[in-house]
Structure formats: structure tokens, C-alpha cells
């Protein structure tokens, strides 16, 4: 049987992206479910940590984290 992959950390490598007035921080990249962990941050205060879509990220994200 295959080994599932867990995830992987990305908090070392500060990817962030900005979408209307809030600042999203990837954490953690979940490559079984394709989701990411992220830090949103609203005013410069962090607000929560919240699953989001890896289909949804910026296509200069997705080349930075490449999910193979």
C-alpha cells in the first residue's frame, strides 16, 4: 500500500498574496485533499486560519508550491 503524504510545511518560505484588502499567508500545503492552510491577515492584525483551495491560489503561487 502507498504511502499517503501528510503535508508539507511552507510557512519557512513567507508566500503571501493579497486579495481585496486582506493578506493571505500559505502555511501548509495539503497534497491528499489539495488544500492549503492560510493566515489571513486584515489591517495588518491576524484574523484566522482557514482552509482554502489550492485551484483558487494565484497562478504565481501554484508555481512556487507545484503539487508533483
Known amino acids: 500500500m502507498a504511502k499517503e503524504?501528510?503535508?508539507?510545511?511552507?510557512?519557512?518560505?513567507?508566500?503571501?498574496?493579497?486579495?481585496q484588502k486582506s493578506t493571505f499567508k500559505v502555511l501548509r500545503f495539503h497534497p491528499a485533499k489539495m488544500t492549503v492552510d492560510v493566515m489571513i491577515y486584515e489591517n495588518g492584525t491576524k484574523e484566522e486560519i482557514k482552509m482554502f483551495p489550492f485551484a483558487h491560489l494565484p497562478k504565481e503561487i501554484k508555481k512556487i508550491i507545484k503539487p508533483n
Do not use: E, P, Q, Y
Request: charged share 20%.
Open 5 to 19: 503524504k501528510k503535508s508539507i510545511d511552507l510557512s519557512a518560505l513567507n508566500i503571501s498574496f493579497v486579495v
